[in-house]
């Protein structure tokens, strides 16, 4: 009897795949683009007419119709506004003053918001829901009170008054907790467990964990700070001491103004925090996106 082997059956190789088509865009991404598109548009125009309003002259700013691009461009503005106010003193007071108040409102914000987020006492969420009520409260109802308590205390025509108005903000308070409650709680836990106090669990735990959120609030304050009007034209009377902002008001007279002046001054004004945001997008998206407010 004779034993016949057959051979083995080839292996069929697996089927190549077949490329699939790309997927064209859809009409509500596409529309969502195009809206991003006219957005941007309609937020850069007023940024583009103030630097061409720059470089004109005080007869050219408000021509009809408008001329984006000046007959001829008047780089001498940007050197002549050195030598009508005191530039330099003005940037100088804005940037003290952003710089402080930035740091301060960092520190009690994120201090607070440890003591809402992570720290377990009776009506702790009663009390925040009050404290943060008094966003919704307008500052025109209670700028009377704060100018004669600030008066009282011989505290007016000095930075000092405005710091200790805005030292603490029920703003930054909610982001950063709104950005703690992401962190996880058994992080705290363990870290008392191990005898580490509260104020070590804040400064050696939960900061090293929140510098989006830090770097969000400090963003967002150093901006409202620096664009300050308000403030700075109601206590500060001393020329002194006036930020840029308020500076730039030496260009508005009784009967006119010089606009071309008053551009010049703004886009210069605008400089520092345009780096500012760039140096700082990635961490002000990311903090924002992570707290709940996105």
Same mark, same amino acid.
């Given at each position: 009897?004779?034993?016949?082997?057959?051979?083995?059956?080839?292996?069929?190789?697996?089927?190549?795949?077949?490329?699939?088509?790309?997927?064209?865009?859809?009409?509500?991404?596409?529309?969502?683009?195009?809206?991003?598109?006219?957005?941007?548009?309609?937020?850069?125009?007023?940024?583009?007419?103030?630097?061409?309003?720059?470089?004109?002259?005080?007869?050219?700013?408000?021509?009809?119709?408008?001329?984006?691009?000046?007959?001829?461009?008047?780089?001498?503005?940007?050197?002549?506004?050195?030598?009508?106010?005191?530039?330099?003193?003005?940037?100088?007071?804005?940037?003290?003053?952003?710089?402080?108040?930035?740091?301060?409102?960092?520190?009690?914000?994120?201090?607070?918001?440890?003591?809402?987020?992570?720290?377990?006492?009776?009506?702790?969420?009663?009390?925040?829901?009050?404290?943060?009520?008094?966003?919704?409260?307008?500052?025109?109802?209670?700028?009377?009170?704060?100018?004669?308590?600030?008066?009282?205390?011989?505290?007016?025509?000095?930075?000092? #008054? +405005?710091? %200790? *108005?805005?030292?603490?903000?029920?703003?930054?308070?909610?982001?950063?907790?709104?950005? !703690? /409650? @992401?962190?996880?709680?058994?992080?705290?836990?363990?870290?008392?467990?191990?005898?580490?106090?509260?104020?070590?669990?804040?400064?050696?735990?939960?900061?090293?964990?929140?510098?989006?959120?830090?770097? #969000? +609030?400090? %963003? *967002?304050?150093?901006?409202?700070?620096?664009?300050?009007?308000?403030?700075?034209?109601? !206590? /500060? @009377?001393?020329?002194?001491?006036?930020?840029?902002?308020?500076?730039?008001?030496?260009?508005?007279?009784?009967?006119?103004?010089?606009?071309?002046?008053?551009?010049?001054?703004?886009?210069?004004?605008?400089?520092?925090? %345009?780096?500012?945001?760039?140096?700082?997008?990635?961490?002000?998206?990311?903090?924002?996106?992570?707290?709940?407010?996105?």
């Amino acid at each position: 009897m004779t034993l016949t082997i057959s051979p083995p059956a080839p292996v069929e190789a697996p089927p190549a795949e077949v490329p699939r088509p790309r997927r064209r865009p859809s009409v509500r991404r596409a529309f969502a683009y195009l809206l991003l598109v006219v957005l941007s548009v309609a937020v850069l125009v007023p940024f583009a007419w103030m630097v061409s309003s720059s470089l004109k002259l005080d007869a050219e700013v408000f021509s009809v119709p408008i001329r984006w691009i000046p007959a001829e461009f008047h780089w001498d503005n940007f050197t002549r506004i050195w030598e009508r106010i005191p530039l330099v003193t003005y940037l100088r007071n804005s940037v003290f003053l952003s710089l402080v108040i930035t740091a301060l409102q960092v520190l009690t914000g994120s201090f607070a918001a440890y003591g809402f987020a992570k720290v377990r006492f009776p009506g702790r969420d009663a009390l925040f829901l009050a404290y943060l009520a008094t966003i919704a409260v307008p500052w025109q109802a209670y700028m009377v009170p704060q100018y004669i308590i600030m008066q009282k205390a011989g505290l007016v025509n000095t930075h000092l #008054s +405005l710091i %200790l *108005l805005q030292a603490f903000g029920a703003f930054g308070v909610f982001l950063m907790r709104q950005y !703690y /409650l @992401t962190i996880p709680d058994e992080l705290s836990e363990a870290a008392r467990l191990d005898g580490l106090s509260e104020y070590g669990i804040w400064a050696r735990i939960i900061l090293p964990l929140s510098k989006p959120a830090l770097a #969000s +609030l400090a %963003l *967002l304050t150093f901006v409202n700070t620096w664009n300050d009007y308000m403030g700075p034209f109601i !206590y /500060l @009377t001393d020329n002194k001491l006036w930020t840029i902002q308020l500076g730039l008001r030496s260009f508005v007279g009784l009967y006119d103004a010089e606009y071309a002046m008053i551009m010049t001054g703004s886009v210069l004004s605008v400089l520092p925090i %345009l780096v500012i945001f760039l140096l700082g997008q990635k961490y002000f998206v990311q903090g924002i996106a992570t707290s709940g407010m996105k």
